[in-house]
């Protein structure tokens, strides 16, 4: 009998409950209708993600969290969904540095400048050998390993860093109009002091 008391009193009963139509919440039934016709006025259920935005705030909601993106790069338009994917590894217009120099450029363009970059050569100071960059690691694990099947650190080497730039243009060099100027000078005047001579000596004799 003391238990039926306990659950009849209404301190300790569990309010009733009732699901809103319009956004699948529970609410009390005691304001369920007041609820349903303040949320089917107010608010929308956004058809991407299913959240209930107030209809005055919807093309906001849309434009931040949902609308394509514009990437500044490659200049396509990309789903906001996708947008992280195509930032880091998709977008052709990215920097990525090359494995060989690290010279950072465009992603189009990584393939073309490894081909080239990867088959210049650097030499090997344990074996004496030129060896080209894209066989430096096979190369180091093979030379670069004792008898004892470990590495040797002390003549292990990584491959440069350098970029691949092209050699400084030779300018030609300038006529040197002032030394040949004075060297005519000098000619006359030795000249000049050869005549002066020759005349005295012709005239004492």
């Not at 209404?10 to 009732?18: C, D, K, N």
């Not at 430096?136 to 730039?165: D, K, L, Y």
């Not at 300018?171 to 005519?184: E, I, M, T, Y």
Request: hydrophobic letters at 30%; proline letters at 6%.
């Amino acid at each position: 009998m003391a238990s039926a008391g306990a659950d009849s009193d209404p301190a300790t009963a569990v309010p009733a409950v009732s699901t809103c139509a319009h956004c699948q919440r529970e609410i009390p039934s005691s304001n369920i209708d007041l609820h349903s016709v303040h949320c089917a006025r107010n608010l929308q259920k956004c058809q991407h993600c299913g959240e209930m935005v107030p209809r005055k705030l919807m093309d906001e909601h849309y434009d931040e969290n949902h609308a394509p993106m514009n990437c500044a790069l490659c200049k396509e338009t990309i789903d906001r969904e996708s947008w992280d994917l195509h930032k880091s590894e998709k977008c052709p217009q990215r920097m990525v540095a090359c494995e060989y120099c690290e010279f950072e450029l465009p992603a189009i363009d990584l393939n073309e400048h490894q081909d080239v970059c990867g088959n210049r050569t650097e030499h090997c100071q344990t074996c004496r050998k030129y060896i080209r960059l894209r066989e430096w690691i096979g190369h180091e694990m093979q030379c670069h390993t004792n008898s004892n099947g470990s590495a040797e650190t002390s003549s292990a080497r990584t491959i440069p860093e350098r970029e691949v730039r092209p050699p400084a243009p030779v300018r030609p060099a300038r006529p040197a109009h002032g030394s040949q100027h004075k060297r005519l000078l000098f000619t006359i005047a030795v000249t000049g002091i050869a005549v002066m001579v020759g005349s005295i000596l012709f005239q004492r004799d």
